[in-house]
């Protein structure tokens, strides 16, 4: 089962913002690599559900989260720790690279 939060401009400060690992995938449902990562991305949410908060959002219907944390390709996969941004991935990627990510900045 998901674990991951569709986030939207209206919660997405209050749930990057709180304490801890929140991990963002930024997306688009044109985008062919986004729907190719979607699956690893919730495989990801699902094993480390007690690590870390998992979200993401559609920058379609999200524009001015998109240019305030400058997304200029997709997909992007940002880590936040205690609301900040502190690492973040461009493209596809594996599972054992998303959990490597991770678990850096935990």
Known sequence: MSTLIELTEDNFDSVVGT???CVVRFWAPWCGPCRAVAPTFNQLS????????FGEINIDNANNIGM??????IPMTIVYKDGQPVDSLVG???LTQFK???SQNL
Request: no cysteine; hydrophobic share 40%; aromatic share 4%.
């Open 19 to 21: 304490k801890g690992i």
């Open 46 to 53: 699902i094993d480390m559900k007690d690590s870390a908060t």
């Open 68 to 73: 305030k944390y400058g997304i200029r390709s």
């Open 92 to 94: 596809v990627a594996s």
């Open 100 to 102: 490597n990510m991770v």
